[in-house]
């Protein structure tokens, strides 16, 4: 019996190593490693717009940051979404603090253009006793088109920044914890008081429909017992108004005007020689 070259030895156990390998990868026993859910929580931050940090609507954001950094997220929103952001900073001590801080949330769409709130606290100044401080942005629904000179929001990817934009300087660089949730309605989302509650206009009790057989009550209503507006005496210098007075007196005017003008340039003379 003629031996087996060595070279195809490791060709055969290569072999035999898929031949086990392929039942356990047939019957599904090799699962892919699991997505990231919404629920995860994010522990980053980018410190610009090139840099934001990716955060799902339903998806919290913690982390340790110092004031004065400027941090930046970034979440996509779809046609009918309405997204409202909630930011809770967790404040240094106050014996290490100089004075009261103002923080900010804004908003940015893929164009870096500033997006409007139309309810929540965007902008709010911290005592110095304060230990946390609570920011709320609600944006606009976000529109399937738009013309292409307005400045509603349309679907993609939206940007938002955290910062302080004022605080004494000795405090810059003392740390603080930060806390971001980003959740988006679908539908119409009415803003913070927005409920309609008394009419724009009064009612003007219009009349009621009555039936065939009905026989009308002899009452008198609201509209006929409402006083009317006094007639003005009919005539025909009643129907002239100061507007047409003006307008006939102009174009006596401009006729005068215009026969005095024909004159003078078509027998110059003669005026001359009147004059003379």
Known sequence: MRAMPLAAVPAAGVVLLLSAAGPAAADGSASPSPSPSASSTVTTA?????????????????????TGDYLYWSFAAAAGQTDRVEVTITLPPAASRHGNATWTV?????????????????????ATGDTTVSLGCTLRQVR?????????????????????T???????????????????QNGDAQPDGAT?????SPPVNPGATLAPDAVPSS?????????????RAKGWF????????????????????GVAGYSLTRHPRRWFSTAR
């Open 46 to 66: 980018g410190t610009s717009f090139l840099t934001a940090t990716t955060v799902r609507p339903g998806q919290s954001a913690k982390l340790s940051a110092s």
């Open 106 to 126: 804004e908003a940015f769409d893929g164009l870096r253009r500033r997006q409007a709130c139309t309810a929540g606290a965007q902008t709010v100044t911290a």
């Open 144 to 164: 399937s088109w738009a013309e292409s000179w307005s400045g509603d929001p349309l679907p993609g990817t939206y940007y938002l920044r955290l910062s302080a």
């Open 166 to 184: 004022d605080l004494p300087e000795p405090d810059l660089g003392l740390p603080i914890q930060t806390d971001l949730r980003i959740t988006a």
């Open 196 to 200: 309609l509650k008394a009419p724009l």
């Open 219 to 231: 009452a008198p209503s609201a509209a006929a017992s409402a006083p009317r507006p006094v007639e």
């Open 238 to 257: 009643s129907s002239l108004s100061t507007r047409w007075l003006w307008t006939t007196a102009g174009g006596v005017l401009a006729a005068v005007a």
